[in-house]
């Protein structure tokens, strides 16, 4: 049989924490800690990340047609 190659990690480039500015972990990607992590998910839960719609904020939804 032929030669077994081990695949070797590629060097991540150094990108800062979103939430900090501090350098990743490895284990916490793309945060430097878990706690970074949490504070993040946190936001989205409350409602300080919002992705844009065309919908209003008092539109209701429309039934699909059957």
């Known amino acids: 049989m032929g030669e077994v190659h081990q695949l ?3 060097a991540q480039p ?3 924490c979103p939430v900090c500015g ?3 972990s490895a284990s916490s ?3 430097c800690s878990t706690r970074c992590a949490h ?3 946190g936001r989205w839960l409350d409602g300080s990340y ?3 719609t ?3 904020p ?3 939804e429309k039934p699909d047609p059957e």
């Open 29 to 31: 990607l793309p945060f």
């Open 39 to 41: 504070l993040d998910l």
């Open 58 to 60: 008092d539109e209701p």
């Open 54 to 56: 065309a919908e209003g």
């Open 8 to 10: 070797k990690p590629r």
């Open 14 to 16: 150094s990108v800062p």
């Open 50 to 52: 919002r992705v844009p």
């Open 22 to 24: 501090k350098p990743t």
